[in-house]
Nanobody, 128 residues
Framework: QVQLVESGGGLVQAGGSLRLSCAAS????????MGWFRQAPGKEREFVAY?????????YYRDSVKGRFTCSRDGAKTTVFLQMNSLKPEDTAAYYC????????????????????WGQGTQVTVSS
């Protein structure tokens, strides 16, 4: 069993920055692939970033966050971070981290159904 706990969300003005953390406990280790997703009210959950198993930096990002968001994994491989810079009002959403038991291929990493474990989410609100 794996437990994921996100933190770091909050209210920030447009152009500001936040750093989200996702702490994994239980059987999670670097062999797990991790994803960041977000969900705004009334919208479907959407992919944000993906880090493959054994990696310490993300491989894929949503187009709209490229160049602004950076994700990484700490040396102990149990915490994943999402550094969000130049935030925009359209980034407002609940952000979730998720774990898959092994790396996901190019057709799967952005699809929520391929992740087995999910955190409870942390709210990010960007004011204009």
């Amino acid at each position: 069993q794996v437990q994921l706990v996100e933190s770091g969300g909050g209210l920030v003005q447009a152009g500001g920055s936040l750093r989200l953390s996702c702490a994994a406990s239980g059987r999670a280790d670097s062999s797990y692939a991790m994803g960041w997703f977000r969900q705004a009210p009334g919208k479907e959950r959407e992919f944000v970033a993906y880090i493959s198993s054994g990696s310490i930096s993300c491989t894929y990002y949503r187009d709209s966050v490229k160049g602004r968001f950076t994700c990484s994994r700490d040396g102990a491989k149990t915490t994943v971070f999402l550094q969000m810079n130049s935030l925009k009002p359209e980034d407002t959403a609940a952000y979730y981290c998720a774990a898959a038991t092994n790396s996901l291929g190019g057709n799967h990493y952005y699809r929520p159904e391929y992740y087995r474990y999910w955190g409870q989410g942390t709210q990010v609100t960007v004011s204009s």
